[in-house]
């Protein structure tokens, strides 16, 4: 390996995954460890911040280890300590933060504190090699939608946003009222595949004004008025086609506000990042519209889309070469806006 190359270890844990992973120059992923406690939520249909935390308390020094250790790393090889500081859990992402300070103090490594969404898009760069900004990336997760401008590697403008429910959110709770469990996406991904999208016309949300903001809100009060309508008639609900029904209905929206902000700026590349990324319909609708548009379309594979630390190691990366080191004042801050400086 080359003496210039730079080795960082990055922790993520602003939600319900204990991350660590070790990345080299950005790009390369030596280990990328992820401890998921969906079992455990699973059984309160949804993230209990207090037990994330506790859960987080448990595993982190395992992870962080077992990151080291598929990489072949010890602490003296490494450049620098990532983590994630915002948006997040504040519980949940304390852990990872005091953790990382912790090596950062005990070995005298640089510390970097990384926003968690800047590091769903980094993700692109990680599993396209060749992928350079600026470009437009549609990050789509639990807590966050936002059509993204990536101007330069750490530079956004944010074009679009939700003005209400998030569409990882939607997708959760509209499984929650059709039966199909925590976490919603993954099963309505997989109920959809059965089901007809044609079955039941949703609402395609709409802001006034606004030509990239979201609103997912009025699909998932349909979704739940037409499921009180088949109570009441005592009609059958066939949740496949509910499933198939609302996802398209979701997938068409972010389809159009993405590519109109890829006709409006004159993008030739659209990438997707976040856990919704995942979402196979999604995907498929992207490719298509790209592929129609003459315009490049990447997205990560799965495991890169919903939380890991590779992410975060890749976003740190970038900010590690402008210069950027966080003190150990740095803290977790909940509501952390992307492009907010209150973290350096
Ligand atoms: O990015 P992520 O792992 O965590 C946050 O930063 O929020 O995203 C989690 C979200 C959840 O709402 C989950 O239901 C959704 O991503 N998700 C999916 C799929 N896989 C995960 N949504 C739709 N289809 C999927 N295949
Ligand atoms: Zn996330």
Redesign the pocket.
């Known amino acids: 390996m080359d003496k210039k190359d730079i080795t960082i270890l990055a922790i993520e844990s602003?939600?319900?995954?204990t991350a660590a992973s070790v990345v080299v120059n950005g790009r390369t992923v030596l280990s990328n460890e992820i401890s998921s406690q969906i079992d455990i939520h699973t059984l309160y249909g949804g993230v209990v911040p207090e037990i994330a935390s506790r859960k987080h308390i448990e595993r982190v020094n395992q992870v962080i280890r077992a990151a080291l250790n598929t990489a072949g790393k010890t602490l003296s090889g490494l450049d620098a300590v990532a983590v994630t500081c915002g948006p997040?859990l504040v519980g949940a992402l304390l852990i990872g933060v005091s953790a990382a300070k912790a090596l950062s103090f005990g070995t005298g490594l640089p510390l970097i504190g990384v926003h968690?969404?800047e590091g769903?898009i980094s993700a692109n760069y990680i599993s396209d090699p060749d992928l350079v900004p600026p470009f437009v990336c549609l990050v789509?997760?639990?807590?966050?939608t936002h059509l993204v401008r990536v101007k330069d590697y750490g530079e956004y403008e944010i074009l679009g946003r939700t003005r209400d429910d998030?569409?990882?959110?939607a997708?959760?709770k509209v499984?929650r009222a059709i039966g199909l469990g925590?976490?919603?996406?993954?099963?309505?991904?997989?109920a959809a595949r059965n089901g007809d999208p044609d079955a039941v016309r949703f609402p395609r949300g709409k802001v006034e004004g606004s030509a990239y903001d979201f609103s997912f809100s009025g699909i998932k009060s349909s979704v739940l008025n037409y499921l009180n309508e088949c109570d009441m008639k005592k009609i059958p609900v066939n949740v496949p086609d509910v499933a198939a029904s609302f996802?398209k209905a979701v997938v068409e929206v972010l389809t159009e506000h993405a590519m109109r902000a890829v006709e409006e700026y004159r993008f030739d590349r659209l990438t997707l990042?976040?856990?919704?990324?995942?979402?196979?319909?999604?995907r498929a609708s992207m490719a298509e519209a790209c592929a129609k548009a003459g315009v490049k379309f990447s997205c990560p594979p799965?495991v890169l889309?919903?939380?890991?630390a590779a992410m975060i190691g890749c976003a740190a990366y970038y900010e590690y070469l402008k210069g950027f080191r966080s003190g150990y004042d740095l803290n977790a801050v909940p509501g952390l806006q992307l492009g907010e400086s209150v973290y350096r």
């Open positions: 602003s939600c319900d995954e997040g968690h969404i769903h789509v997760s639990g807590g966050h998030a569409a990882g959110e997708f959760d499984a925590y976490p919603g996406g993954p099963k309505i991904d997989m996802q990042a976040g856990g919704v990324a995942s979402n196979s319909a999604l799965p889309c919903t939380d890991n």
